[in-house]
């Protein structure tokens, strides 16, 4: 297989569009993409677009023809690419291996989700299509409801507390006034979370992601051609895994087995270890979620995340600074497209293009969680590519 790297990055503010659609957001993070990287739409030969649920959020599907369609790109083969949460690191993924296998030289990967337009009941019914329809939908389950099990439990068997999982949201926030794309760009502090409105016991408002427009997008190139570019930022490594949809078929309530898998073969083909990660996008759709991202990419203990983040971890510049962006609970989440706008952060930081939030980086990972973790997707990025 031959190196990939990424050559161009952009992405719309993420937040409430009322005045955009779904294919005004994929254009706009296309045409940045593009222009970023200084090449033509007609150097593009393929697009892959991540989209969780454009027909039942918009009333739009098709989107990977529409998206070529309208960025002017008519003709290029498109696919979109739906694993729920995770179908913008799916895109990715999809549009690196394109480019490794040797059929295309120049891919664009991207992800767009239009999610306000409907009621908050509509958007947790949609987002509950995630999980197993049958045997936790139509009971009544919803996603902050799953989540709220999984803190349940993981504050059973560790002693885990609300006031750590605040602490998640509180270093998102922080880092998201720093951003000026991201939806809510305000300090919050541990006390704010535990007094906020109580949504699925113990999960609170401050304690979940929001829903969100946005879209992003990123050009990825072969070897030969990347290496023409000012600064190309590699992908080392790339991991994807499945798990089964329901919780209660699963073997651990705390930690993701799917994750613990792509990480690993993540980790083995960028011939890294978490120690040498610097800075990483997880997925912390509900702050739960991303204390336990913490333990299965490996950057502390099995039931320590807590007193990880406790201890300053997680802050810009320290052992491993995570979510520079906002994350999911600050920047946003609109579904489809978190994926890429995970990518878009870690090049910028690893071309030490991040302005403010700025960490030292040389070596970046992103965790992008389908559901609550049938699919896991993770990518790890680098300054250089592997020496083979
Ligand atoms: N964090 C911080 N503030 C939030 C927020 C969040 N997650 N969600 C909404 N708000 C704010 C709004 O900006 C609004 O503020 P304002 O009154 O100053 O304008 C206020 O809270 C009320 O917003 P509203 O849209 O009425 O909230 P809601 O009750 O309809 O939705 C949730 C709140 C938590 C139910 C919703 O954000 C949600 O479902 N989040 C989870 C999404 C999800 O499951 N994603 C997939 C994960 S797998």
């Not at 779904?22 to 222009?35: C, Y």
């Not at 990967?109 to 995630?130: N, P």
């Not at 299965?296 to 099995?302: A, I, P, R, S, T």
Request: glycine share 12%.
């Amino acid at each position: 297989m031959r190196d990939v790297a990424v050559v161009g990055v952009g992405e719309t503010a993420f937040g409430e569009h009322w005045e955009k659609s779904l294919r005004d957001l994929s254009v706009a993070a296309g045409v940045a993409a593009i222009r970023d990287a200084g090449i033509e739409g007609a150097d593009i030969e393929a697009m892959y677009i991540g989209n969780m649920s454009g027909g039942r959020f918009a009333g739009q599907e098709h989107l990977a023809a529409l998206a070529a369609d309208q960025s002017g790109l008519v003709g290029i083969p498109s696919t979109r690419v739906e694993a729920a949460c995770a179908s913008g690191g799916l895109a990715f993924r999809q549009a690196c291996l394109a480019v490794a296998s040797g059929r295309y030289d120049i891919v664009i990967a991207a992800g767009a989700e239009k999610m306000t337009d409907l009621q908050t009941v509509d958007v947790t019914t949609t987002l509950m299509g995630a999980g197993d329809q049958e045997w936790e939908g139509w009971l009544g389950m919803s996603f902050p409801g799953l989540y709220a099990l999984m803190a349940r439990r993981h504050m059973y068997e560790y002693g885990t507390t609300k006031e750590q999982m605040a602490l998640f949201s509180v270093n998102g926030h922080k880092n998201a006034v720093l951003n000026p794309n991201a939806q809510f760009r305000f300090e919050i502090t541990v006390e704010d979370v535990l007094k906020s409105a109580l949504v699925a016991d113990p999960l609170r408002l401050l304690d979940c992601s929001p829903i969100t427009d946005g879209a992003a997008a990123v050009i990825v190139a072969s070897k030969d051609i990347a290496k023409k570019f000012k600064n190309p930022i590699w992908l080392l490594g790339s991991g994807q895994a499945t798990d089964a949809l329901a919780l209660h078929d699963r073997k651990s309530l705390t930690s993701l087995r799917a994750a613990k898998i792509a990480a690993k073969q993540a980790y083995k083909q960028s011939r890294t270890v978490p120690e040498k990660i610097d800075v990483a996008e997880v997925h912390d759709c509900f702050s739960i979620n991303g204390l336990i991202a913490l333990e299965d990419l490996g950057f502390c203990g099995v039931g320590k995340s807590g007193k990880f983040i406790e201890e300053g971890n997680i802050k810009r510049g320290a052992a491993v600074s995570i979510n520079t962006s906002g994350g999911l609970k600050a920047k946003g989440h609109p579904v489809g497209a978190t994926g890429v706008s995970q990518i878009v952060e870690i090049v910028k930081q690893l071309r030490g293009d991040a302005k403010k939030r700025q960490v030292h980086a040389d070596f970046g990972l992103t965790h992008n969680v389908g559901g609550s973790g049938a699919t896991v997707v993770v990518n790890i990025l680098g300054k250089d590519p592997i020496e083979r």
